[in-house]
């Protein structure tokens, strides 16, 4: 799946060039599903209000690209050199959104 990897900055080139943006759409649906139950579970007794709160700290921009970060990610990452020489690699949008669109790849893949 070489979408997973793939910036949409690919699209400047090729009009055809497949990126992450779907994949990444998914792989948000997914872990935001997946992390909500697994707080509704472990945390059964609080509300939704305090559910909803937990799971945004959870899956915020700044801990998905510092997992993306730990897991080295940014050296998959497929990107046009402007896109790389403006700091893409490193960008926190960037790690979140690849590491989204990964998570959706594994599932897809498992499917």
């Known amino acids: ?5 793939s910036h949409p900055s690919l699209k ?3 009009r055809e060039a497949k990126n992450y943006e779907k994949f990444e759409l998914l792989g948000d649906a997914l872990l935001g599903f997946i992390i909500t139950e697994m707080i509704y579970i472990t945390l059964s007794d609080i509300n939704e209000g305090e559910i ?3 799971k945004s700290q959870l899956v915020s921009k700044q801990i998905l690209s510092s997992i993306a970060q730990k897991i080295n990610l940014s050296k998959y990452m497929i990107m046009t050199e402007g896109e790389e020489k403006s700091g893409g690699r490193e960008s926190i949008n960037n790690l979140e959104n690849t590491l989204e669109a990964l998570i959706a790849a594994i599932y897809l893949g498992s499917t």
């Open 52 to 54: 909803a709160k937990i």
């Open 1 to 5: 799946m070489q979408e997973a990897p």
């Open 12 to 14: 400047q080139h090729n």
